[in-house]
């Protein structure tokens, strides 16, 4: 249990006593944390109080683990579609053991497990949609209704979802160094533009309450929340709030801090080298399969759209809403396998 896990609670309480009225539930919400955003996890947790009483942790805890095998069926699976060995499917499954994410979070009375169900099931009909050409538009807006009520963080999900299927209306070119090239340039932009809409809202829209603590944030120069260590001088300056933002953007992807263990530290390490050293070997040895190219391209435009929005509003102290991007950004390393293995075939045989 955490705060957060007793707020669900007392909204699955006053769900229950409404007789599952969603409309009356909505209508007597007065805490932030019962909003729209968290109907799926609230409506859950009620069902599983119907259901077990007062066992119902217990059958959350059941849950969690239920979502983290079919999460990772998701996964084997959307690597098949695209012509993923199953042997290299094997290899990474072992790596994804030593996620010190996957370790953590499904043990907790939260919406994550949910939300990382959510996420990797979107993603697999995403991969469907480039397969087969063309996207099967209800399941994914149904998937996408169900994220946008499961927590706030729904928001760059669909942002993601919505921008790659626009980009994909055109005759892209699918060469990784500049699907990659594309990626850093959002990346390196989207600090200036961060810094703008700051200023902005600083000068126009201070009076609203929740945009007003990120306001604080930016002008306490916090990178971290909550971690004091990792925070910057307070900026003065246009150039100032941008540099803070690309920090906040580089750090939502820093394996490492100070009260970290050794051994968190180097799971955390190992998981980052290798999905750097994917993408290397994607940008230099891709390029021949288009399905494999437009895939990784997908979950490099969510992954930006996810650390960018925290960058935007807030890194939580323990990185938790990084969580939903690492098994997308882990179906990098497969591909890459697949792209080096069938490189070395062709390189063979050319000799």
């Known amino acids: 249990m955490s705060p957060d896990s007793s707020t669900y609670s007392s909204a699955a309480d006053d769900l229950i006593k409404l007789d599952f009225n969603l409309y009356n539930y909505f209508v007597q919400n007065t805490s932030f944390s019962s909003s729209y955003f968290y109907t799926t996890p609230v409506i859950v947790i009620a069902l599983l109080k119907v259901f077990f009483g007062s066992g119902w942790q217990y059958a959350f805890l059941a849950l969690n683990l239920v979502l983290v095998l079919f999460s990772l069926v ?33 043990r907790y009375m939260l919406s994550d497990m949910i939300f990382i169900f ?67 340039a959002l990346f390196v932009v989207s ?36 971690r004091p260590e990792t925070w910057v001088s307070s900026p003065s300056s246009f150039s100032d709030v941008a540099y803070l933002y690309f920090i906040r953007m ?3 992807f820093t394996p490492y801090a100070a009260p970290f263990s050794s051994i968190h530290i180097i799971l955390n390490s190992l998981q980052t080298v290798i999905i750097l050293l994917s993408i290397t070997i994607w940008t230099f040895l891709g390029g021949n399969i288009k399905l494999l190219d437009k895939t990784v391209l997908f979950i490099l435009l969510l992954s ?43 390189r063979s045989r050319a000799l």
């Open 250 to 252: 580089i750090t939502f």
């Open 191 to 226: 600090p200036f533009i961060f810094a703008y809409l700051y200023h902005f809202n600083q000068a126009n829209l201070s009076d609203n309450t929740q945009l007003a603590h990120y306001l604080r944030m930016v002008d306490l120069g916090m990178i971290i929340h909550d």
């Open 74 to 106: 998701i996964f084997s699976k959307s690597l098949l579609i695209i012509g993923v060995r199953p042997i290299i499917i094997s290899i990474t499954m072992a790596v994804l053991v030593l996620s010190v994410d996957l370790l953590v979070w499904p």
């Open 304 to 346: 930006f759209s996810v650390a960018a929005f925290h960058a935007f509003t807030l890194i939580d102290y323990d990185w938790r809403y990084r969580f939903p991007i690492i098994l997308p950004l882990m179906m990098i390393f497969p591909i890459s396998m697949e792209i080096l293995f069938r490189w070395n075939i062709s």
């Open 118 to 184: 959510l996420v990797i099931l979107a993603t697999q009909i995403m991969i469907k949609g480039i397969v087969k050409g063309k996207f099967h538009y209800m399941s994914l807006i149904s998937i996408m209704a169900i994220t946008l009520i499961s927590r706030p963080p729904s928001v760059p999900i669909l942002f993601a979802i919505i921008s790659f299927i626009t980009i994909s209306r055109f005759q892209i070119p699918t060469k990784p160094k500049l699907l990659l090239l594309f990626i850093l």
